[in-house]
């Protein structure tokens, strides 16, 4: 921040100044349109304009005269730099870092040889969200990632993960525009599933059965349940009020007589069947006669869980749409405090219709180098914060990935060259052989080193991967397919789907997994199966390798993780 020759005076009068637009929804003008201009703002000098923040540093000047603060309000990577007269208000309540504060003002240029074109000298204060700065857990001072993780609810404030959030917007932006120009609809797939798409076990379970067997726990305490001789007097009442029915009839009774005698033998029965059902009732959770839980008492009425993937869904619409695709949080229960893995995470996942491998992996192709222009078009203030800040390479990356080809390799082709590797004095720490699933070292070795570029292996052994994709015609390799880039290795992972009833139902058995949960999806082939194919894209990895961060724990607003699920 500059400090001015002398104390600010509101020189202009207010009534001969034109006045800056505010945002349509929003009682201020965003910071954005005013210093993101080609000029910076200096071509608004002269006007009025509301604008409101949060302080990212205040300082007082010339004696308490006046202040100067730095507001942020996120519409942008730029602050505004406001000047503030101690006429105005309290500034000792204005300048603490964090503050809220909204002002009108006229914009003017600051004095030459300034880093900024516009500032904004306040003529109202409307708003002070004050901050005790003894108090407030992010002082005006560079915090680490990891701290400001125990402060998810706040951390949005900095400029990091403020940056993070603009890029993470510019890329589900970017996703919904690139396939809806494609010609794909967009399909919302169920969160809680009863199919495991992965055949891997990590999942969230859903149920009811632990909250509700709580439940009968307290009302037992309260209200035990019936004993065996409560029944039989339930019972004893029933056959009771049905002797009286029979007397009646017997002695032609009159109509309104027997009527009442009825009505009070339903009311017995109904009594009897509360109470029979009641006295059937067991604390803790409902099993089976082989002591495994019973299902069928739980809310779905069968086991459920939070999905891993919305592809086995979707797949039921590009049979019908032909071209379509879900981006949303998937889960998996893995126990794993690593730096590339959430228990919550979100997926992008294309399916097209009509199309083999070749077609999946055109696709991906063209999908990630549209995400990365994307960014170099319409985010590239926030890159080059990035850039600055923790990633230099991050920009030429981009780059990189979407002017380039894609080089294509075959997993056997992959395995050799990181066999020729290893005879070469490289050394993994993971062990290069036909058959192993590619670990991110090796996948990272490709792309950043062999051919330092984007590369797709693809044809992996089908006893790595999962059983939905397509068996090659050798019966050892599955049309499957991995996009792999610098930084992250892995960032799509994709096939063609088997489209062959018999064969799918093949594979699902040597999984060892239940046929009867997937009867739905082998239904797809049954009935006018087609060929087709699909991928998906962690979306945070994608946010990893645009900015350069190191943990995926901190491109995701709140991140969920073994022991912590904050918010």
Request: with cysteine.
């Amino acid at each position: 921040m500059a400090d001015s020759s002398s104390p600010p005076t509101n020189q202009l009068a207010a009534t001969t100044l034109d006045e800056v637009p505010k945002a349509n929804f929003s009682d201020r003008v965003p910071i954005r349109s005013i210093i993101s201009r080609p000029d910076g703002g200096s071509g608004l000098a002269g006007s009025k304009a509301r604008v409101g923040g949060w302080v990212k540093t205040g300082r007082k000047a010339d004696k308490d005269a006046f202040a100067f603060l730095e507001i942020n309000d996120g519409s942008c990577a730029g602050n505004l730099q406001v000047i503030v007269e101690a006429a105005l208000g309290e500034l000792g309540q204005l300048v603490p870092t964090g503050t809220c504060v909204v002002f009108d003002g006229h914009l003017k240029l600051p004095p030459s040889g300034t880093k900024q074109k516009i500032e904004l000298r306040a003529d109202k204060v409307l708003h002070v969200g004050p901050v005790d700065p003894a108090k407030y857990p992010l002082p005006k001072m560079r915090l680490t990632l990891e701290f400001l993780r125990d402060f998810v609810h706040l951390r949005s404030r900095t400029n990091t993960i403020s940056a993070v959030a603009r890029i993470r917007n510019a890329l589900a932006y970017a996703t919904h525009t690139f396939f809806n120009k494609e010609g794909f609809l967009y399909v919302h797939t169920p969160i809680v599933t009863t199919s495991d798409c992965e055949g891997a076990g990590e999942m969230f379970q859903v149920t009811t059965l632990l909250s509700e067997a709580e439940r009968l726990e307290k009302e037992f305490l309260q209200n035990p349940p019936p004993s065996e001789a409560d029944v039989e007097v339930a019972r004893f009442v029933v056959q009771e009020k049905g002797e009286v029915v029979s007397q009646l009839k017997a002695a032609k009774a009159s109509k309104q007589e027997i009527g009442a005698a009825v009505d009070q033998l339903k009311k017995a029965k109904e009594s009897f069947a509360k109470v029979e059902e009641r006295s059937k009732l067991k604390p803790g959770i409902p099993r089976k006669d082989d002591g495994k839980v019973d299902y069928g008492k739980d809310f779905f009425a069968r086991q459920a869980f939070l999905t891993v993937s919305g592809q086995l869904q979707v797949e039921s619409y590009v049979c019908a749409l032909s071209s379509v695709y879900t981006f949303g949080p998937t889960f998996r229960a893995e126990n794993s405090h690593t730096s590339r893995h959430l228990a919550e995470f979100w997926m992008v996942e294309p399916e097209i219709a009509f199309a083999e491998l070749k077609d999946d992996m055109n696709c991906a192709e063209a999908y990630v180098k549209f995400m990365c222009q994307w960014l170099l078009d319409n985010c590239l203030e926030d890159m080059e914060f990035m850039a600055d800040k923790f990633d230099k390479g991050c920009i030429d990356r981009l780059k990189l990935v979407a002017s380039t080809p894609f080089i294509r390799v075959t997993y056997t082709e992959a395995v050799e060259l990181l066999e020729d590797a290893v005879k070469n004095g490289k050394k993994f720490e993971n062990e290069v052989k036909w058959g192993i699933d590619l670990a991110s070292e090796h996948e990272r070795y490709l792309t950043e080193v062999k051919f330092q570029k984007p590369v797709i292996v693809y044809n992996y052994p089908k006893d790595i991967k999962a059983f939905y994709m397509r068996l090659n015609d050798d019966l050892k390799t599955v049309a499957a397919m991995d996009v792999l880039v610098p930084k992250v290795g892995e960032l799509i992972g994709g096939s063609q789907r088997e489209e062959r009833c018999d064969v799918i139902q093949t594979r699902i058995k040597e999984m060892g997994l239940p046929i009867e949960p997937y009867e739905w999806y082998l239904d797809l082939r049954r009935y006018g199966t087609v060929k087709h194919a699909g991928f998906g894209l962690g979306f945070e990895r994608m946010i990893l390798f645009a900015t350069g961060l190191e943990n995926i724990r901190d491109v995701i607003p709140f991140p969920r993780y073994p022991g912590r699920a904050d918010l």
